[in-house]
T-cell receptor
């Protein structure tokens, strides 16, 4: 079965550079979520999109922005990178299971290292 | 403050033994509770998902329980296998709209040894 695809899987950037992470949700999933997981930390919700519109916002820094495109893929743009941005970035997509219950499926993550 | 607390932080068991992981939460309003298995450097994989009206759900050797009154959940793993070694994360969801976020616990790191 198709899964959530993230690219690149690994990325190394220097401080103050920019980075763009991409997420391709499972076909027919209409919601995409972005999470940041620092070393030894639990994932922190950044932002989500439903039908190409931002639906919820978490602890996303102002230096980051994201959008969902017409084909439902999403991109997380990160500017003025800081050492603390080094983390595993997960994308998840969701499908309505029943009622208002959504099951989130996670991608393999993009490991960003800022040097 | 993390609204999802898990215990123990880590656990080592022998292959074939059973174990139970605990989760307490304060997330409100409560929508559903999930248990995920996460291998190192990989994305979390869903094991079970329960709404407030469900108090037990099984997925193979994994059985989750939920007490919405005491806001506690447990994940029981029977006849453990070496491949069960991973981090098990309790995740609680609030709200009921399509864009709601998940509140993650810090996970229990399980090591199954031969």
């Amino acid at each position: 079965a198709a899964g959530v695809i993230q690219s690149p899987r690994h990325l190394i950037k220097e401080k103050r550079e920019t980075a763009t992470l991409k997420c391709y949700p499972i076909p027919r999933h209409d919601t995409v979520y972005w999470y940041q997981q620092g070393p030894g930390q639990d994932p922190q919700f950044l932002i989500s999109f439903y039908e190409k519109m931002q639906s919820d916002k978490g602890s996303i820094p102002d230096r980051f922005s994201a959008q969902q495109f017409s084909d439902y893929h999403s991109e997380l743009n990160m500017s003025s990178l800081e050492l603390g941005d080094s983390a595993l970035y997960f994308c998840a997509s969701s499908l309505l299971v029943a009622g208002d219950l959504y099951e989130q499926y996670f991608g393999p993550g993009t490991r960003l290292t800022v040097t | 403050k993390n609204q999802v607390e898990q215990s123990p932080q880590s656990l080592i068991i022998l292959e074939g033994k059973n174990c139970t992981l605990q989760c307490n939460y304060t997330v409100s309003p409560f929508s559903n509770l999930r248990w995920y298995k996460q291998d190192t450097g990989r994305g979390p994989v869903s094991l079970t998902i329960m709404t407030f009206s469900e108090n037990t759900k099984s997925n193979g050797r994994y059985t989750a329980t939920l007490d919405a009154d005491t806001k506690q959940s447990s994940l029981h793993i029977t006849a453990s296998q070496l491949s069960d070694s991973a981090s098990y994360i309790c995740v609680v969801s609030a709200g009921s709209n399509s864009g709601y976020a998940l509140n993650f616990g810090k996970g229990t790191s399980l090591l199954v040894t031969p």
